[in-house]
């Protein structure tokens, strides 16, 4: 059996007893959706099986701002791995949140209009929790520049029904990544397109 392992940050489940329950299984875990994003992953490996070789090369991480929003344990961790791909991290979060990244040494957006507007990769770490449902709204995404980048592996509704599909459609920004999806259904669908947000539209338009 082929399992796939999503969001392991930590690469803390091969130590684990439970593990060892796979053994004798391909398993494959994930803990890097952004640089697979920005490389293009999902498409070379669609343009592999479909017998085409290097349909491009993505883009570099390097001199690339970004955006964490929510500074936690999950969010110290990605903006240590942002910081160490040459990144410049700028965190957005509650005001007890934004004291502990400016003490790591962090940049911290002063709005969070700001913080949409200027950031090339955004990735959300929050818990879902009343103050945080629907916490990224429509004219949040709209500011996003058009390369820009989308990452979500929390929640679903962290983000208003339906504003990023229509975000995506509309150019602003132009990837995302996500994992958590607003209903099963959109999870099958969506987990097999390529990546891409000209897919994601032509995947998602019947929705």
């Given at each position: 059996?082929?399992?796939?392992?999503?969001?392991?940050?930590?690469?803390?489940?091969?130590?684990?007893?439970?593990?060892q329950?796979?053994?004798?299984?391909?398993?494959?875990?994930?803990?890097?959706?952004?640089?697979?994003?920005?490389?293009?992953?999902?498409?070379?490996?669609?343009a592999?099986?479909?017998?085409?070789?290097?349909?491009?090369?993505?883009?570099?991480?390097?001199?690339?701002?970004?955006?964490?929003?929510?500074?936690?344990?999950?969010?110290?961790?990605?903006?240590?791995?942002?910081?160490?791909?040459?990144?410049?991290?700028?965190?957005?979060?509650?005001?007890?949140?934004?004291?502990?990244?400016?003490?790591?040494?962090?940049?911290?957006?002063?709005?969070?209009?700001?913080?949409f507007?200027?950031?090339?990769?955004?990735?959300?770490?929050?818990?879902?929790?009343?103050?945080t449902?629907?916490?990224?709204?429509?004219d949040?995404?709209?500011r996003?520049?058009?390369?820009?980048?989308?990452?979500?592996?929390?929640?679903?509704?962290?983000?208003?029904?339906?504003?990023l599909?229509?975000?995506?459609?509309?150019?602003?920004?132009?990837?995302?990544a996500?994992?958590?999806?607003?209903?099963?259904?959109?999870?099958?669908?969506?987990?097999?397109?390529?990546?891409?947000?000209?897919?994601?539209?032509?995947?998602?338009?019947?929705?």
């Amino acid at each position: 059996m082929k399992i796939s392992i999503l969001d392991d940050y930590f690469d803390t489940l091969r130590t684990l007893p439970s593990f060892q329950k796979l053994k004798g299984h391909e398993v494959v875990i994930w803990n890097d959706h952004i640089l697979a994003t920005a490389r293009q992953l999902p498409q070379q490996m669609v343009a592999l099986t479909a017998g085409k070789w290097q349909i491009g090369v993505g883009t570099t991480l390097r001199d690339k701002t970004l955006g964490v929003f929510g500074y936690g344990r999950i969010g110290a961790t990605v903006a240590g791995y942002g910081k160490a791909f040459g990144m410049n991290v700028v965190a957005w979060a509650r005001d007890a949140s934004l004291a502990r990244a400016r003490s790591n040494g962090y940049a911290t957006a002063r709005s969070k209009a700001e913080f949409f507007e200027s950031c090339d990769v955004i990735t959300l770490h929050m818990r879902l929790v009343p103050a945080t449902r629907h916490i990224v709204k429509a004219d949040d995404l709209a500011r996003m520049k058009p390369d820009a980048m989308l990452v979500n592996t929390s929640r679903a509704p962290l983000i208003e029904p339906g504003a990023l599909v229509a975000a995506l459609r509309a150019g602003r920004p132009g990837y995302a990544a996500v994992d958590v999806f607003e209903t099963s259904r959109c999870a099958i669908r969506i987990c097999r397109c390529c990546g891409s947000s000209k897919s994601w539209r032509r995947r998602t338009s019947a929705m």
